[in-house]
């Protein structure tokens, strides 16, 4: 699975945040082969990053494909922004666009969540009954926030008493930073949490820390203040260099660290936090606390046959080959983007990866041939550490650091070029993407 497998051009594939600086170079995208002829019908579900990206690329590819958008979302979100709305570094609508902006002529959308899949009969069953049968299924739902299973919390507390979450929307981001804000100036106890289920964009939490932190510099809360970080296991990023450089830098910003925490509960009247420890459950109180719920597959797929028996049983990601990301036991049903059931890749600059992948496997299928290409897991995370510092991270499945551009910019060193990636030059990065240009 080395990037030369993947049969694409370096810059082709290189990860959305160091994709940024290309994208200024103005790449016109990966050069397009002849357009393939077939009748084949292809459903798509969920118009976000991973189901829009791929609808406008086979767009492009085929010609007399029937292909079938299937998402009740009017609003795209363009999640990598909520970190900065929850810094109040932009507002809530930096975020949000018309779904219908991103989604190619030759598309037919359906405003209408897949209600049940039946990949035995290879047909999708619509949330008001009507039944699409398909040749070729793409998965591309993204996930759910379960805030349900944190005792004690619900969504609408978000910004009060408190409580932030950037995760849960551009408005529950601003929302955020109206509590995160307040704790800057006031100081007090922050807790910053994690769960213990996966996760997209495992650096979003760490940059929240990061970024409140120092804000909290400037506004005068942070002599009164405790910081406290609090993962679900022994580390604090799952490449054991990254959370090495964690550790160092939350050292030297006096940020403390509880590892094995994992949040069930709060109390929000007392003000209250309750983790669950090897050594049982631990309260802390708190002045702010930052809450990131368990996520899962939706329940769309959870209750489907198509996650793993064997892993995950708790989180119901699609059962898909790592390289391929087409599924195990139904050939041709393909998983992209957050509810694939691979090791890594929750992130949008991995749907830039695993969308070629997928698309050279399904045009292989239907002209009757085997594909060649294989996603690395390539994972990207501009880690932001202050504001106008970041850390580019990427590695793939081995954990290897795979660096876009060796010798410019280092991956454990804090950047002003890696913010700027991350502050500018990612949305114009994933918005080519979504258009299939990036
Ligand atoms: C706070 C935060 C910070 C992030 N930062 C970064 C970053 O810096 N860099 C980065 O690369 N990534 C980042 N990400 C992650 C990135 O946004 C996601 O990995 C990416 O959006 C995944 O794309 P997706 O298409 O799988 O899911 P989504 O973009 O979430 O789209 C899923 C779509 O499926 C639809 N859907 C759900 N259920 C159904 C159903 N039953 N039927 C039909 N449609 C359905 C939904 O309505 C939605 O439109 C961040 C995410 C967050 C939350």
Known sequence: MTQRGTGFTRRGIMGLGAAGLALAASAPGPARAEKVRTPARILILGAGAAGTTFANRMVERLEGAEITL??????????????????????????????????????????????EIDPVAKAVTTARGTRLAYDYLIVATGL???????????????????????????????????????????????????????????????????????IARSRGGRPKAEFTYFS?????????????????????????????????AIEPGQRRAFFRTPEGLVERPYDYIHVIPPMRAPDVVRNSPLPWADRWTDQGW???????????????????????????????????????????????????????ASYNGYTSCPMITRVGRAMLIEFDYQNNLVESFPGIVAPLEELWISWLMKEIALKATYNAMLRGRA
């Open 144 to 214: 759910v926030l379960d805030y349900g299973a944190i005792e004690g919390f619900s969504p609408e507390m978000i910004g009060t008493g408190g409580i932030g979450s950037v995760y849960a929307g551009p408005d529950a981001a601003a929302r955020t930073w109206t509590a995160a804000a307040r704790f800057a100036e006031e100081g007090g106890q922050g807790l910053f949490t994690r769960p213990a289920t996966e996760m997209k964009c495992a650096g979003a939490p760490l940059k929240h820390t990061f970024l409140i932190d120092d």
């Open 70 to 115: 299937l998402d009740d979302r009017l609003q795209h979100f363009y999640q990598p922004g909520f970190s900065l709305i929850g810094a109040g570094l932009k507002p809530a609508r930096y975020a949000v666009s018309p779904t219908g902006e991103w989604l190619p002529a030759g598309v037919r959308w359906i405003k209408e969540k897949a209600a």
């Open 318 to 372: 699609v059962e898909v080959d790592m390289g391929t990301l087409r599924h195990s036991r139904f050939p041709e049903v393909f998983a992209i983007g957050d509810v694939a059931g691979v090791p890594k890749g929750k992130t949008a600059a991995s749907v830039k990866w695993q969308v070629p992948v997928v698309e050279d496997h399904l045009i292989a299928a239907i002209e009757g041939r085997e594909g060649a």
């Open 232 to 264: 679900n296991n022994e580390t604090l990023f799952s490449v054991p260099i990254v959370h090495e450089k964690l550790r160092m830098l939350f050292g030297n910003r006096g940020i403390a660290t509880a590892p094995s925490h994992v949040l069930t």
